[in-house]
Each structure stands twice: as structure tokens, then as C-alpha cells.
């Protein structure tokens, strides 16, 4: 899916719980586990409220950072500043924190682009999958920080970002 998206020249955005701008940085559509891949492989990605308004592009000066906020990814990464291989692998790992899907193994299945690692897709194993990417990702690199994340829950992010921001 990954490449799919990167040959593709536009990604339109349908954000069926936006009616304007303010709404944006809220909308459901950050929290989908597939968005990551689409934000990053696309070089071109429209936004649109539920009335098919057109809100911008993701490198729009507007947007860029509300978009980078509202699923964090960095803004040097969206905007292709900053390749995809130079970021860790703890990093990546974060931007999946706050992502969802319906099947349990698609959390490691909307990931593996990310890490440029393929792996046969099991529907049914669950939890298992995340057990094999991780084996996977481990063996296609020298990155040790795949060793610096742990699970937390949503309350635990907005807490250690509050205390981050105090020091």
C-alpha cells in the first residue's frame, strides 16, 4: 500500500466530521491506522470538509503544522524535508501511538511501508502481527531504538507531553 500511495499523484482527504478549518486538527480521519502511510507516501495530499469544501493541501503553510500536530508525524517528514530512512525507528513507532483500526493486526499491517519491510499478511493472528513486525524490523536493521518504546495509553501521552514541557 505504501508504494501505491507514493506512485499516486493525489490523495484527496474526505473529512466527514469537519465543516470548516477549526474543526480540522479534530477530525476522526488522524486517528485511522492507514492515515500515517497516506500523509507520508503521498506528496500530495487534498483536504476536504463533509460538504467537500476544499480546506488545502498538507505542505500548505496553513496546514502543515496542524496536520503534523494532529498525527504526530514531523512537519520535516510530511514535507518531505527529511527522508523516511533518516527517522528512527522509536519514532515511527510513536506516530502509530494514537492510531486505530478495526482489525487488531492491521495495526502492524499500516506500518510496514513505513519501515520498508514486507511480511505475509495474516488476517486472524491479532496481536501476533505486531510481534512479527517488530522480529522483522529488527532484522532489516541496526536501529536499536526499537528497543526505547513502550505502551502507554492516551492519558500517559498528554501527561508525559505536559511534563516534557515543563522541564
Not at 102 to 109: L, M, Q
Not at 115 to 121: D, K
Request: with cysteine; hydrophobic share 40%; net charge negative.
Amino acid at each position: 500500500m505504501h508504494r501505491w500511495h507514493a506512485e499516486s499523484s493525489v490523495c484527496y482527504a474526505y473529512l466527514l466530521d469537519v465543516d470548516t478549518i477549526n474543526g480540522f486538527k479534530g477530525s476522526c480521519w488522524f486517528t485511522r491506522g492507514w492515515t500515517v502511510q497516506e500523509l507520508i507516501a503521498q506528496q500530495r495530499v487534498e483536504f476536504f470538509t463533509r460538504e467537500w469544501t476544499y480546506l488545502g493541501e498538507k505542505n500548505d503553510n496553513n496546514l502543515l503544522f496542524i496536520v503534523s500536530k494532529a498525527n504526530l508525524v514531523d512537519a520535516c517528514v510530511l514535507a518531505g524535508t527529511v527522508s523516511l530512512q533518516s527517522v528512527s525507528v522509536a519514532s515511527k513507532m510513536y506516530w502509530a501511538l494514537r492510531h486505530q483500526t478495526t482489525r487488531k493486526e492491521d495495526e502492524a499491517y499500516c506500518l510496514l511501508g513505513l519501515f520498508g519491510v514486507n511480511m505475509p499478511l495474516l488476517h486472524g493472528e491479532g496481536p501476533k502481527a505486531s510481534i512479527r513486525l517488530q522480529q522483522k524490523i529488527i532484522k532489516t536493521t541496526d536501529d536499536q531504538s526499537i528497543l526505547a518504546w513502550y505502551c502507554v495509553d492516551d492519558t500517559d501521552i498528554e501527561s508525559q507531553t505536559t511534563v516534557a514541557l515543563e522541564l
